[in-house]
Each structure stands twice: as structure tokens, then as C-alpha cells.
T-cell receptor, first 113, second 116 residues
Framework: ETGVTQSPTHLIKTRGQQVTLRCSSQSGHNTVSWYQQALGQGPQFIFQYYREEENGRGNFPPRFSGLQFPNYSSELNVNALELDDSALYLC????????????FGPGTRLTVT | AQTVTQSQPEMSVQEAETVTLSCTYDTSENNYYLFWYKQPPSRQMILVIRQEAYKQQNATENRFSVNFQKAAKSFSLKISDSQLGDTAMYFCAFMKHSSNTGKLIFGQGTTLQVKP
């Protein structure tokens, strides 16, 4: 059974640029959630995708958007990067929307300069 | 809105000793889940233990146990026989039982260092 994977591991971007982060869910999981974790803080919920549709969103602006593909892998896109977007981005997959067990990937460290 | 508070930014413990990490939360929900996650330097968030609010019995997983006080909205984690591999950041998290999104709400974290 393959766990949750994320790519890339690290990324450096310039303010104003756009970035795409990728997540492959654990085998059999149809739900992916994205979290932003600022340095020294707890993760904050960005949004969740279930069967290719957005299913709930946290307090993040529209320049944070996502996709989920038929194989349930997912992308997080951030436009017009700001310095405060520098963070660890975590994705988590679960069997269903209501499943309380979420399996996290190792994260992508994004640095915006 | 639900909030989760961890008031201990950093803690340390000697190897083989016992340590307790504190967590309080605020919610008007009656049914919910509480979790403790461990995040080692490798960054991968790992579930340590889970508690269902409707269960009065405190959850236990090997060396890890919780003290769940529903009325006080308190959920502490006790680590017995601490090991060097327990060194990590620990997060307390909350999820509504009836949530349509399975959204986890995390506390600020407690950095635990286990000393040899």
C-alpha cells in the first residue's frame, strides 16, 4: 500500500509568481485535504476535494485554488504569491469525506522571496 | 467556531520518564473527535491517538494515553517511558463528528525534546 506522496519537496518562488503543488493520495482514498503550516504554527485547513469537487474551504483567498483528478490525486495552485505564503503545505487523504482518519504526506516547503 | 489551545510551546523530559502535554478546546458541539498528532523533523504528521467524545473511557495506545475531561474541555496526552524517538512537535486537533469536510482544527503545537 502506497502512502501519501507530495512533490516537490522544496520550492523557492518570487513574489507575484504562481505555483502548483502536487499530492498523490493513499491507495483507495477518494478525499484529499490541503493544509498550510506556517513556521512554528499548527496547520490551517485550506480546502478539501472529494470525487473531483471542492467540498469545503477554509479562510483562504480565491488565489488559492485546487483540482482533483479521476485517480484522486490533487493539485494546489497559488497565484500572485505573497511573502506570507511561505509555509509548509501538507496534503492528507482519507477513505471518505467523513472519515476521521487522515493520512498526511511529508509536505512541500514553499519559500517566497 | 471551534478553537484548540496548547499552552506549552516547549517541554523536555528525560529518557524513560513520563511527560504530559496539555490541550484545551472550545466548542458547542456535543459529538466530536480529538486527536494527538506527532510531527518529527521529517515533517510527516503521524496520528498518535484518537478519542471519540461520546466515549467516557480514555484512549490508550501502548505508551500513549489521554486524559479526556469533556466538561472541562481538556484533552491531555501522557507519554510514559519516553524514548529519544518521541522527540517531535505534538499537535492537538479537533474534528466535528458531523463534519461535511472532515476538517481538522489544530492547536499551535508543543515541541517535546527527550533527553538522554
Amino acid at each position: 500500500e502506497t502512502g501519501v506522496t507530495q512533490s516537490p519537496t522544496h520550492l523557492i518562488k518570487t513574489r507575484g509568481q504562481q505555483v502548483t503543488l502536487r499530492c498523490s493520495s493513499q491507495s483507495g482514498h477518494n478525499t484529499v485535504s490541503w493544509y498550510q503550516q506556517a513556521l512554528g504554527q499548527g496547520p490551517q485547513f485550506i480546502f478539501q476535494y472529494y470525487r473531483e469537487e471542492e467540498n469545503g474551504r477554509g479562510n483562504f483567498p480565491p488565489r488559492f485554488s485546487g483540482l482533483q483528478f479521476p485517480n484522486y490525486s490533487s493539485e494546489l495552485n497559488v497565484n500572485a504569491l505573497e511573502l506570507d505564503d511561505s509555509a509548509l503545505y501538507l496534503c492528507a487523504s482519507s477513505l471518505e469525506v467523513h472519515a476521521y482518519e487522515q493520512y498526511f504526506g511529508p509536505g512541500t516547503r514553499l519559500t517566497v522571496t | 467556531a471551534q478553537t484548540v489551545t496548547q499552552s506549552q510551546p516547549e517541554m523536555s523530559v528525560q529518557e524513560a520518564e513520563t511527560v504530559t502535554l496539555s490541550c484545551t478546546y472550545d466548542t458547542s458541539e456535543n459529538n466530536y473527535y480529538l486527536f494527538w498528532y506527532k510531527q518529527p523533523p521529517s515533517r510527516q504528521m503521524i496520528l498518535v491517538i484518537r478519542q471519540e467524545a461520546y466515549k467516557q473511557q480514555n484512549a490508550t495506545e501502548n505508551r500513549f494515553s489521554v486524559n479526556f475531561q469533556k466538561a472541562a474541555k481538556s484533552f491531555s496526552l501522557k507519554i510514559s517511558d519516553s524514548q529519544l524517538g518521541d522527540t517531535a512537535m505534538y499537535f492537538c486537533a479537533f474534528m466535528k463528528h458531523s463534519s461535511n469536510t472532515g476538517k481538522l482544527i489544530f492547536g499551535q503545537g508543543t515541541t517535546l525534546q527527550v533527553k538522554p
